[in-house]
């Protein structure tokens, strides 16, 4: 074999190597949910919440850390 075909070879072989990395091995989807529809979340998430104390007066906002698998819905 000559060095031209070995060199045509190993440059084969690096683009077969290189191409997926180019060509990114993992795939991101992205769904768009219509407003006001309710989402699961994937995983746990900090956030600012407002609650309702005994007397029914409106408090907050106070950081908590939503499990992933709870619902976010709306006002």
Do not use: H
């Not at 091995?25 to 609650?51: F, H, I, N, R």
Request: net charge positive.
């Amino acid at each position: 074999m000559s060095s031209t075909a070995k060199l045509q070879s190993l440059s084969r072989m690096i683009w077969l190597l290189v191409l997926p990395i180019f060509l990114g091995c993992q795939q991101t989807k992205v769904v768009l949910v219509p407003s006001g529809d309710p989402v699961m979340l994937a995983k746990p998430t900090k956030a600012s919440v407002y609650s309702f104390d005994k007397n029914q007066k409106l408090v907050g906002p106070s950081t908590v850390i939503i499990p992933a698998g709870w619902y976010a819905l709306p006002k």
